[in-house]
């Protein structure tokens, strides 16, 4: 069977011709003179992580995370089989029991001379021997010697020169005696201290002073 030729067109023919137009752009006209519509700003170019990472300046690097070390199950194993150090009690130590410290209390002592050891002195003057100075001497020697005893001694009854030619001293004696004797021999707390040693250390410093006129007797004799 041959074949159809196709037909071979010359010329125009307005049958296959066509302005491709719409009715708008064909009707419509621009009045002259007028501007066009401004376009639309172009959208900002996509920067890419590749171009992010160049900009980033040299040298610089992020801080690492910290590590966090996962509790594995052999190492929680192993801290429960570990036995924890037992806290030994602390001994208890026995406290000793408190002694009441023996406080000392400063204390006049006084003492008057005897009329008749007032006339040895005078003698003793005669020969160079000043009487306040063995005075002196023996309140000394009896303040060393005297220990206050927690028995109450009555002012004893003498001739006594005047008490300013007396010796007169202080020593810090034992405060709980002290108290003990005014409690049961002077409840109204009338006397000093002094008063309540006087009938114990006046006697002594009589001694005292005997012995020490004698030493200077035989001294100048």
């Excluded at 037992?86 to 026995?94: F, G, I, L, S, Y």
Aim: proline letters at 9%; charged letters at 30%; aromatic letters at 4%.
């Amino acid at each position: 069977m041959a074949r159809k030729k196709r037909p071979n067109i010359q010329g125009h023919n307005p049958d296959y011709s066509t302005n491709f137009t719409s009715a708008r752009e064909g009707t419509s006209t621009f009045a002259a003179g007028a501007s066009s519509p401004a376009p639309a700003p172009a959208p900002a170019p996509e920067t890419s992580a590749a171009e992010i990472e160049a900009q980033e300046p040299e040298g610089i690097s992020p801080a690492p995370a910290p590590e966090i070390e996962a509790a594995t199950p052999a190492r929680a194993e192993q801290a429960i089989s570990e036995p924890q150090p037992q806290k030994t009690p602390k001994a208890t130590e026995k406290a000793a029991p408190k002694v009441k410290a023996e406080g000392k209390r400063e204390t006049r002592l006084d003492a008057a001379v005897k009329v008749e050891q007032g006339a040895k002195l005078d003698a003793l003057e005669v020969q160079g021997v000043a009487a306040r100075d063995a005075i002196t001497l023996a309140g000394r020697r009896a303040t060393a010697r005297f220990e206050l005893k927690a028995k109450f001694v009555e002012k004893p009854e003498a001739d006594r020169l005047p008490m300013r030619e007396g010796y007169h001293t202080t020593k810090r004696l034992s405060a709980n005696v002290l108290d003990d004797l005014r409690e049961k021999h002077d409840p109204l707390r009338l006397q000093s201290d002094s008063a309540m040693v006087r009938g114990q250390f006046e006697p002594l410093f009589w001694t005292c002073l005997d012995e020490v006129i004698e030493e200077l007797r035989l001294k100048k004799s």
